[in-house]
């Protein structure tokens, strides 16, 4: 256990359905992020939330939606995904701009989404 | 923008014996993070070690230690006394001092042999 939790760890979905994954920090870390690791590609990141607002959005497609409700949840909200969307998703968090950015992030597990 | 090239996409050691993983960056800035993340089979990505670019020391976390070159823009990772337990996939990362975006490299998987 690391400190950031997600789940589901596993996730299998059709392209026309709707679910969300879950990342949780009980850190006191202000700062989350979402990231996209796919086969033998470095890994993507997606999204930035400081202090519950979203500081960057990398061109990521609409069918991906973040939400981040206060500064220990993290939400990612998929809605008719692509195969190509497969992948293993993963969270993290960490200290906010400004603070303590001598530190790298804490990771969870991830989630390995799998659209079928 | 920066990036982070990790040139050996594997590696192999023998158990007990070092290996280097070598990775370079792009940056126009003086001052940032550079780390390295362990992401073994458990997909759990573990910050192994990190080095702050104004610091000439180079760091060192038990076995691990980093050969950090900024002129070259260089940033290695010695593994010594190499265990069964180092295979993993080896992450390369940078950080700007002034902002939270980690920027990977796309890795190395290293294989440890028994």
């Known amino acids: 256990e690391t400190g950031v939790t997600q789940t589901p760890r596993h996730l299998v979905m059709g392209m026309t359905n709707k679910k969300s994954l879950k990342c949780e920090q009980h850190?006191?870390?202000?700062?989350m992020y979402w990231y996209k690791q796919s086969a033998k590609k470095p890994l993507e990141l997606m999204f930035v939330?400081?202090?519950?607002?979203?500081?960057e959005n990398n061109s990521v497609p609409s069918r991906f939606s973040p939400e981040c409700p206060n500064s220990s949840h993290l939400f990612l909200h998929l809605h008719t995904l692509q195969p190509e969307d497969s992948a293993l998703y993963l969270c993290?968090?960490?200290?906010?701009?400004?603070?303590?950015?001598?530190?790298?992030?804490?990771f969870g597990s991830g989630t390995r989404l799998t659209v079928v | 923008a920066q990036t982070v090239t990790q040139s050996q996409p594997e590696m192999s050691v023998q158990e007990a014996e070092t290996v280097t993983l070598s990775c370079t960056y792009d940056?126009?800035?003086?001052?940032?993070?550079l780390f390295w993340y362990k992401q073994p089979p458990s997909r759990q990505m573990i910050l192994v070690i990190r080095?702050?670019?104004?610091?000439?020391q180079n760091a060192t976390e038990n076995r691990f230690s980093v050969n950090f070159q900024k002129a070259a823009k260089s940033f290695s990772l010695k593994i010594s006394d190499s265990q069964l337990g180092d295979a993993a996939m080896y992450f390369c990362?940078?950080?700007?001092?002034?902002?939270?975006?980690?920027?990977f490299g796309a890795g190395t998987i290293l294989r440890v042999k028994s």
């Open positions: 940056t126009s800035e003086s001052d940032y993070y």
């Open positions: 993290a968090s960490s200290q906010g701009p400004g603070l303590m950015i001598n530190y790298g992030y804490t």
């Open positions: 939330y400081n202090f519950k607002e979203q500081t």
């Open positions: 990362a940078y950080r700007s001092r002034g902002g939270n975006k980690l920027v």
């Open positions: 080095q702050e670019a104004y610091k000439q």
């Open positions: 850190l006191g870390h202000n700062a």
